[in-house]
Each structure stands twice: as C-alpha cells, then as structure tokens.
C-alpha cells in the first residue's frame, strides 16, 4: 500500500513518515520538491541506520503524492488546509485521512471549528464525492511522531462514513508502534475528536506536562 | 469538609455519594426527600458492611444539600440543569462542581452545548458571581461510581476560574480510588471536557465495549 503524505515535510508529517516507511511505501509531498526529496534521503538514511533495511520513501511535490498514493494523509496545519486543498487535484476514489486539528491560542487553546463543524467535514466538502475522508492521529504530538526511541502507547480514534476505508485507516493505525485504533463513528464525530487535541494542549501546559496523548479504557 | 450532592439519588449521584463518604461528611440531596433519606440509608449499610466505620452521609432536599455544604456537586442530567439550579438559591461563596455534559443521542452520541459554551458556564451565569463554578468528574460513568469493588483508574480534568476552588475539587477527586485529577485550565476549557464524554459513549458504542474512560499520559 502507498500512503502520500500531502505537508510531508511539516512537523508532523516528517515523524509521521519515518515511522510509516517500515511497513509502507510513503511518498513524502511538499509544496518544495527539493525539501521533499531531502526528506525522504533523510528518513530512508535513519532507518537504514536503524537496521530497517526494506524501507521505500520518495519526495515528490504535493501533487505528485495525492496521485501515486492509495491513502493521503493530509499532514497540514488548520490554516493551510483549504488553500493547499485547493491546488490539488485527483482525490477521486482515495482514501484520504485528516489528522488536522482546528484550534487557536488565546489565554488557553481553543477548539475553533470551521463552519462544516470539523476539519475533517471541511475536507469531505471540498474533495470529490468519491474521495473516503477518515480522521485519524489527531492526538499524536509531532514530538512523538519524531522521537523515533520512544513507543507511542496511545489510543487512537478513527472516524469516517465509508466502512471500508475506516479498516484500512484503522489497519494503518495499528502498525505503528503500539498505537491502538478504536472506531468512533462517522466522520461528523471528528468534530469530537478534535476537540480533544487543545484540552491535550491545556491539559500539558497547566500540569506541565509535554506532548500528553491519551489512553481509552 | 462537607460536600453536597444535588441530585444525589440519581444515576451518577448514588455511587458518587458512596465513594465520597468514606474521606467526606456527604450530604444527598433530591427533589423526594423520602428517596434522599433512603439512599443515604443504603449508602451507609453498604459502606458498614465493606468495613468502613466512619462513614457520614444524610439525606434531605435538595436545597438543604446546598444549604449544608461547602461543596456542592451538581449531578443532574443537562436537561434538567437549569430548571433544578433555578429553583434553588444560597451558592454565594460555596465550591460548585459540574460534572453535567451537554450531549444528545442521534445516529450517533454527539456534543449539544448550550449557547454559553458549556454546561459549566450556563452554572456559572445561572449562579451568584461569589460562587465558584468548577467542571470535574464529566468522564466517569454512573456504573463505574457504582462498582465498589473497581478500582477508578482514570485521569480527570478538572477547569475553573478560582485557582484555590480548583485545587480543593482537585484534592477531593484525588481521594477517590486511583482517579487522579488533572488543571484543565479556566472554566471556558469545560467545552472541551464536556465534549469528551459523547466521544467516549460513541468509542464504547462502535468497539462494543462498556463504560470507556481515559488516561492523559
């Protein structure tokens, strides 16, 4: 299976990619396809050094990842994410995953939904009807994703409308390191799950605390 | 320290008032005085016959709840919040707790707040501004409170404006099994807790699991 990371140089994409690349083919997009290419020589050079010895990761502009991938994950912040949705193209039939969080800092974070209600239901809205949007990794702290060392011992929920690409997602999830996906609904509860990510943030700052995930139990 | 439970013979009041009572002189409050005085009844033959000798607990309506209290818990449903809160009175200067979430069961368990944000800050404008509103205890459901015998092995987030209410609702829901509390920052952080519990019900719901709580880790 190729997973293209649309924002696959960015905070988290860049952890997100060499975590992925032991058990998939990751194509890293960035809207710098030198950075891109950068990256992917730099993740396959730290995993071979790890003793990973099959990892496939290449650096491509963003579009060129939406279009060889089976599953896109959009690794983009909030702000960016109808502008870089925009420019691209050929989302029909992919399944593509949003593990974008819509939040703002005032005194303390705040979730900050769009009109749509989430992220994820911006995304569904602005792709083609064919297109299988999933929420998935929202929770995830790029520290984490990056800190290669450590397992990442979360719960990880996943939401989506289409039953088929949700397992799949699901089925992604649970590869990486001792991530634990559980199934929380259609897509409309990624609102739900969004939400989560700026109580983390609250919840790390007040207590100090880094990069806090959680456990379902 | 005494703390009141207004709608101490419901479904999340019963059990709350049994693990409270053994660390706190409780006082269950109810529309029926006659169920209050009853639970309160049942509340310590239980405690006596698990060995606790010291246990306090006393059941009378629910504006004496308020009324004998230094802490009161608010543990009604959200649709009952406001009519219940508007019809009692004395608050000014006590610890008021809301573990009330705002939620409703369509195709899926989806979060309702009302137009102030939260239930916890529909508390606060409904009461006198000396008392001080905190949101904890949102995420454990009325089983768990019940199951004397299971350990409460979860994080709670616990929001208010007060710093000094906070740490003492923090320190009352460290007494309570091993749940341990968690500054969740102001009380406007509340939306994002209160959010959490429909999440949890869709996450027990879509997983066939029971009762699902959470660990901030």
């Known amino acids: 299976m190729k997973i293209g990371i649309v924002g696959g140089t960015g905070d988290i994409g860049e952890g997100m990619a060499m975590r992925l690349a032991s058990d998939f083919e990751v194509i890293i997009g ?4 030198d950075k ?37 994950i959009l690794a983009i912040p909030f702000k960016h994410l109808a502008s870089t949705l925009a420019t691209l193209t050929g989302f029909e039939d992919k399944i593509v995953v949003s593990p974008v ?40 702290a790029a520290n984490k994703w990056r800190a290669l060392d450590e397992e990442l011992d979360y719960s990880v929920p996943v939401c989506g409308d289409d039953a088929g690409a949700k397992r799949q997602v699901m089925e992604i999830v649970d590869k990486v390191s001792k991530l634990h996906a559980f199934d929380a609904g259609p897509l409309a509860v990624s609102a739900m799950v969004e939400s989560l990510t700026p109580l983390l943030l609250n919840i790390a700052r ?12």
Chains 1, 2 share one sequence.
């Not at 007040?206 to 139990?217: L, S, T």
């Open 30 to 33: 960035s809207r710098e396809p």
């Open 206 to 217: 007040y207590n100090r605390m880094r990069d806090v995930g959680i456990q379902f139990r």
């Open 101 to 140: 969080n819509p939040m703002e800092k005032r005194d303390f974070f705040t979730f900050v939904p769009p009109p749509e209600g989430s992220a994820a239901l911006l995304v569904q809205k602005m792709l083609p009807k064919s297109a299988r949007v999933c929420s998935a990794f929202n929770t995830i």
């Open 36 to 72: 891109a290419v950068s990256a992917s020589t730099c993740c396959m050079d730290i995993l071979q050094t790890r003793g990973v010895v099959s990892c496939r990761c290449s650096g491509v502009p963003n579009q060129e990842a939406v279009d060889g991938a089976d599953v896109v």
